[in-house]
Structure formats: C-alpha cells, structure tokens
C-alpha cells in the first residue's frame, strides 16, 4: 500500500507537470554528460590497456644516461655515449636464464630522403634475427644484406613505399653522399606497446648497419628482455636487477615492466577521466539549480496546504519526507530517462572518438549508467533538503494564514 | 439547543471535576517592530468535559489568537495552559502535534480542506497519521456519512464540492480520530445562513454526543446554540 506522502508527492508533479518536467530535463543533461564522458574515459583506458598488454610480458631495460643520435644528423661514427654495455648485456642474459629471450636494440631519430621527399624518422638498429622474435612481418622479408631495411605499417602507407624502394638516410648537405637502404619488409601494425618499440612509423636497419653508420658498438639505446611465462617476470626482473644494478644507491640500469608503465599510462587517462567526469558534474551543478528553484516553487505554492498539514496532527520529519518525495521522484525521472539516453548517447560518442565499441558493454563501462542515475537522485535529493527543511519548520499559523 | 434541562442537568452532574481545558493567567504578548502587542491578557479560563462554549468578540479581541493556544499551534508567553490534565508548555513539539492528532479536532472558516486529496482521503489522512496505515476498518466512510456525505461525493476532490459540503468534509476530518475536544473558528462564516444552520445543527448533535465543542463566531444567532459564552474584548475576559 502506498504511503499517502509520496502520494501526495507524485500529484503535487503531475500538478506542475510541465514545469517539474523541465528541471528534470535538466538532471537528464547531467545523467549523460557523466555517463558519456565515464564510459567514453573508461573506454579510451580499456583500448590503450588492452593495445598495452601486447608487451605485457617484456621488460625494458635502459642506462639512464641512454646514447640519444642528433636529430637530422648524418650519421657517423661519432656519437656514442653511454648505453647498456656489453658485459652488462652479458650479466643481463646470465640472470635471466633460459626461457628468456634477451634483445638488444639502438634506437635514434634521422632525416631521410624518399624520392624528392623529405622526412623525419625514428630508426631501430635490431638484429635480423631477433626482429622475427617480436615483430611481424606483414609483407616482404626479412633483412637478409647488409643495406636491407624494414619499416613500419604506417611509415609504408604514409609515403606510398613498396618493396623494393630505396631510402637515403641522413639530412641532405650537397657534399657528402648519404647511406642507402632498400626495403624488403613492411611491419605489421603493432599500435602503442608497452615495450618501448614504436615500429608503425619508424626504419628497422640490422645492428651492424647502424653501428656501421652510428657508431656505439655495444652500447645499446635498450635491451628488451622478453619471458615466456608472465607470472615469472617479477623473478627475472628482481634476478637482473640484483646482477647488473650491484649498488642499489647507484643503479647503472633502468628497469622497466609492463605493469608499471601500463598503470603509469592508466593512471594518466584516469586523471583525464576524472577531469572529464567533473566537465559532466558541472551540468549537474547546474540542474541542481533547476531543482532547487522549482522545489522552492513547490514550497511556496503550498504554504496553506503546509500549514493545514501541520495543525491536524502531521509531524514535521512527516512533511520533510513528503518534499524529499518530490525531489526524488524528479530524480528518478531524470535519472531513468537520462540512463536511457545515455545508452545511445554514450554508444554514439564512443562509437565516433574511439572508432570501437568493443568495451561499451563492459561492467567498468556500462557502470557508469547507473551511477550516473544514482548520482542524478542524490543531487535532486540534496537540492530538495533546504526546500524540505523550510516547508516542516514553517509556523503553522502562518502558514494558514498565507494566501 | 435541543437538549433537554434534564440531560443538560444529568451531564453536568456526571462532569469529571477537573476541566478538560484550565487557562491560568494565560497572556500571549506579539513583539513587534512596533513595539509589544498583547493579544492575551492574563487569561484564566475553565472548560469542562463536553461543554459547548462560544468565544465571542469584536475582531482584534484576542479570540483567533485564544483558538490557536487551545488547538496548541502556539504556545502562551507567560501562563499555563492545561489539556486533559497536561501542561502544553511542558510537552515537546512531537507530544504537541500528537495531542493536536488524537485530542483535538479543528475545523476551520475556510475549510482548509487539502486540494490534492479526494473528500474521503481528506478524511482518512488524520487516520494515517495515527496508525500509519492505510484505513480498512471503514472508520473514514461512517464519519463521512454522519455528516451527510455519500460515497459518491466522498470521491471527489474539494473543489467540486459546494462550501457546505467542504465544511461537513472538514467536520469528519475532524472527527475522525475521535477527538474530546472539536474546535471550531467561524465554521459557518464562509457559508449561506442555511447551510450554516445545517453546520451547528451537525455541531449540536456532536455536543450531544459527548464532544467538548468551542465555537468562535461573530454572530449572536450561532452563538445561541452553545450552552455557554465568552466575550472577549481587548485580549481580556469581559463575560463568561
């Protein structure tokens, strides 16, 4: 049987239809704003975590003081500074033990020539036969001489290259001719990876070209220490970390895991998420207003009725309830409808900025629904507690009174 | 009115000796920006068990501002006020409002009935608010009846009632909860002088019943069906 408070409650809105429609119209707005932005910031962060995951299980090793090429450089063999080197290359590979594959790499960013195109690119100096061992190759082959060069999907669909193409590295002076590669691969898209090797829009050339043309033997940019087995990657780490960084107050190498650069990045988007989640609570702020206003409306309209309430024998936590009633069946209208719009809104907007809506129907995404709801109720409950508060303190005989 | 001199003579003599309403030295004092306004002057006042009394006076006499300390809407500024035997300065806000619920029963010059309800649901509210609960006893439907309300016309809202019936409705929500005391502020002054009559013969018959019944009224006429006056003049008792 339904309490005659909240009976009362819901006739007092069907009385003011029109206007208690309004002010929900307004929670409507706030419910999908924080819906959609949560789902769209939680969907950004499953996406770049599940693209993280692909190097879940590899550790990134560095020197903090990691050998940088000059930008547009030509190369020489000049610029060697200091990287991991080769003994500690070698007691890396001793305490990761077997099961483990050890990849060291070079890494620095040139100019090149492509026909009478200029550009600029990151250039990975990796040994052919490690390079099967993480990457893919989506066409052609793998680098078999010693000018032979890889690149990645979107260096390849950017300036149109085909096998067989020839790059000129090094910035073009006029004097000095500049080292040729051709390309016989093009790597399989990988998107952002959680192991440091950015390959869609970079050059892959084996290691002896590049030192060849860098200098830096055996002082690598990063050794990429990558395990079978997940659960044994803290091992290895703790294992490595313990040979190579021997004085914990002075450690020589860095030592990277997925994990930590994986919630390092999550966190990030999660601070976005919340900044975003804030831009949708102000439209709630706002409908807060609304329902504050047409609660005091409310309030202000039925004084007498208060007032009568109050001398036949009501109590005053009676017409306090009677009010929050209201407020909350405005909640519950904006909360509904807004959840409802907020499906195909939320569905919409990640559709259109994320380009999937592989995750739209998570529970951490989907959640956000009926916590944008719940929290629609509560701020129609909060903006009726002043108007429910004022209408059961009022002095019943001046309620009466009023006309 | 109707009562018989031996019926009136029996009541008296089975009249319990404490009166159902004792004001001692009862003055209500308004501050004002103006300055102080009394609007109740040392007011001492006994009214027993089923008397039917009528408070009379010209306006600004204090009888509005009497009616309110004894339906406990308001509080006297110095003085004691006693209902049933209780201190109403003693009780807190929640026994307040109880008494106002099971003791006493308000009808009003303008009906004061609530908009949003049905003429029966006006009537059964007084009833929720003391059981909580819807009412199933067909308590709401007899009371209504008594006072010449139908079921059919117990289903519609206030405004499609006429003003006699609208104060009738507001006399069962009065009675509802079986009240000692029945107070009445001007019931017949929004009404014809027919209907009015018809309202104090309803009144009469509830005093009959036993109910302590105070009337205020301007009108002399009215006045005549009580047993007992009270003219009040400047905040003050000038008759009784």
Sequence with gaps: MRDIFFDLSVRSVKLNFLRSLLASIGIVIGVVAISSMGMLGTNMQLQVKDQLSQGANTLVITNDAVRIGFPGSTPSASSSSAGITKTQLLKIKQAAGTGVTVIPLYRTSTEFTLGSVNGRSSVYGIAPNDITSFLTIANGTNIQGVNDALVGSTFATNFNLKLGNRIHIGKENGTESRPTVRIVGILKARGVTSDNVNTDNAIIVSRDWYTDHYGGVDQYNQVNVIVKNIDTLSAVKTAIDAKVNTDPKTPVIRIQDASSRLSSITSTLGTMTTFILAIGGISLLVAATSIFNVMMMSVNERIQEIGILLSIGTERGEVRRMFLYEALILGILGGGVGGLCSLVIGYSVVSAMIGTTAYFFLPESIVYIPGGMIIGMIVCIISGLYPAWRASNMDPIDALRSE | ????????????????????????????????????????????????????????????????????????????????????????????????????????????????????????????????????????????????????????????????????????????????????????????????????????????????????????????????????TVTLEDGRIVGS
């Design chain 2, 1 to 228: 009115m109707d009562l018989s001199e031996t019926e009136e003579t029996v009541r008296a003599a089975g009249m319990d000796e404490t009166p159902l309403i004792r004001l001692v030295d009862v003055s209500k004092v308004y501050h004002l920006a103006s300055g102080d306004f009394t609007a109740l002057d040392h007011i001492s006042l006994d009214i027993m068990d089923g008397e039917f009394v009528a408070l009379m006076g010209p306006s600004g006499s204090g009888k509005s501002t009497m009616m309110n300390q004894l339906g406990i809407l308001d509080v006297p500024t110095t003085g004691e006020l006693y209902i049933s035997g209780k201190n109403v300065a003693g009780m807190t806000n929640l026994e307040r409002t109880h008494m106002r619920r099971d003791t006493i029963g308000y009808v009003f010059q303008k009906f004061f009935l609530i908009s949003l309800l049905s003429a029966y649901e006006n009537v059964e509210y007084p009833l929720i608010l003391k059981y909580k609960k819807r009412d199933t006893t067909g308590r709401a439907e007899a009371v209504l009846k008594s006072v010449g309300i139908d079921r059919e016309m117990s289903a519609h809202r206030p405004t499609q009632l006429s003003g006699g019936e609208q104060q009738r409705v507001a006399i069962a929500r009065a009675l509802v909860n079986d009240p000692k005391i029945l107070l009445c502020d001007e019931p017949t002054g929004n009404l014809d002088r027919k209907t009015g009559f018809q309202i104090m013969e309803i009144l009469v018959g509830l005093h009959r019943e036993g109910k302590t019944v105070i009337l205020v009224t301007h009108d002399p006429k009215i006045a005549e069906y009580a047993k007992r």
